[in-house]
């Protein structure tokens, strides 16, 4: 017999989220993560309403940084354009105490988690999943939450070279709340500057003591470091970021959104979540929310699996009613046939209009509102 129901490998927020709920089930869980917690995350670091749902987590319960807003600034190479809601919209975060916190919560629910402990192998049989790391491991099966470059994902998901994969660079630094109120045009509301080719965007954040500022795209050219020396150019100029203000080093990551080439998510032993599954939204690259309700669903498929009343595969059924096939269709096809410059008009439109801007790019790509 398995000493585990499910191993999960990755303990960010879609592992967590799968442990947790799935030892609240009652199930027999391990975490392993390559990091010991709290450790850094970069990402631009806000939850929509959505996930704030899908975690069932009251804002008003969560002991560390929640920076909530009500505006988003939208740059298209001019003016920032407002866009505003009634009530709070999303809320900035902090990845190290956020993903911290859910991962203690998975925890305190009954997971046993393993830090610092990396998957080297991993091996499916007809009996279960035999997992390599410090020790053998062995478990009915297995989730990928390891992100772009998870393990399960590797072995079991199929990926390929022809996916889409946006690059990034991001800082996150601690200044002072004091300091950023009098430097920041607009404190702890989100500015998002589209990259002149539309192939990405740059933010600039700042949320509690906290200013984060980075960029990501798709495509090489021009490469995600030119584009991080044009935004930090635009922001010294600006006043944003202080000519003797020290940054925290810049450092990179990638991850795949569900354009096409889509992986394998789920197998005879085996579910991928979130980034493992390369669910990050398009357009946005937003990868929280996909990875909370992809984790969510995960968790209810494999406590029914587990149970004997249903199959893995319901997962990725479950997963393609959600965010679609991943597969190359009529809108992108004609997409491709189109100039690049009647593309990105198109695109400036968007963005400069008050409601797409606001119903197409915030609410749609981002999931804010």
Not at 38 to 62: F, H, I, N, Q
């Amino acid at each position: 017999m398995s000493a585990w129901d499910v191993i999960v490998a990755g303990g960010g927020p879609g592992g967590s989220t799968a442990a947790w709920r799935l030892a609240r089930a009652g199930k027999r869980v391990l975490v392993l993560d390559a990091q010991k917690f709290p450790r850094v995350k970069l990402c631009a670091g806000w939850v929509t309403r959505k996930v704030m749902a899908d975690l069932e987590l009251d804002p008003s319960s969560y002991p560390h940084t929640l920076q909530p807003f009500e505006a988003v600034y939208v740059s298209c190479g001019g003016a920032l354009q407002e866009t505003r809601w009634k009530e709070p919209a999303s809320y900035g975060i902090i990845r190290k105490e956020f993903d911290t916190f859910l991962l203690r919560r998975a925890e305190a629910a009954g997971a046993e988690v393993r830090e610092g402990v990396r998957v080297k192998s991993l091996e499916a049989g007809r009996e279960g999943v035999r997992v390599g790391a410090d020790q053998a491991y062995e478990a009915k099966a297995v989730v990928g939450a390891g992100g772009h470059t998870c393990p399960v994902a590797r072995k079991f998901g199929g990926v390929r070279a022809s996916e889409s994969v946006v690059l990034t660079q991001e800082s996150e630094t601690r200044v002072g709340e004091e300091v950023l109120r009098r430097t920041a045009p607009h404190y702890g509301l989100p500015e998002l500057f589209a990259e002149p080719d539309f192939r990405g965007y740059a933010w600039y954040f700042t949320k509690g003591d906290f200013l984060n500022i980075g960029v990501g795209c798709i495509g090489r050219r021009p490469g995600v470091h030119e584009r991080l020396e044009a935004l930090r150019a635009m922001l010294r100029r600006s006043g944003r970021v202080p000519a003797d203000l020290k940054l925290t080093p810049f450092k990179g990551h990638a991850y795949a959104v569900r354009r096409r080439a889509p992986r394998r998510v789920a197998g005879e032993r085996f579910l991928l979540v979130g980034d493992s599954a390369g669910l990050a939204r398009d357009v946005s690259g937003e990868g929280i929310g996909p990875a909370v309700r992809s984790a969510a669903v995960a968790a209810e498929v494999l406590a029914e699996w587990l149970d004997g009343r249903g199959e893995l595969s319901d997962y990725a059924r479950r997963i393609e009613g959600l965010y679609g096939s991943g597969e190359r269709g009529l809108t992108s096809w004609l997409a491709s046939l189109l100039p690049e410059g009647v593309i990105r008009a198109v695109a400036k439109g968007i963005c400069g209009n008050a409601w797409l801007r606001r119903k197409v790019v915030l609410e749609g790509a981002f999931g804010i509102g």
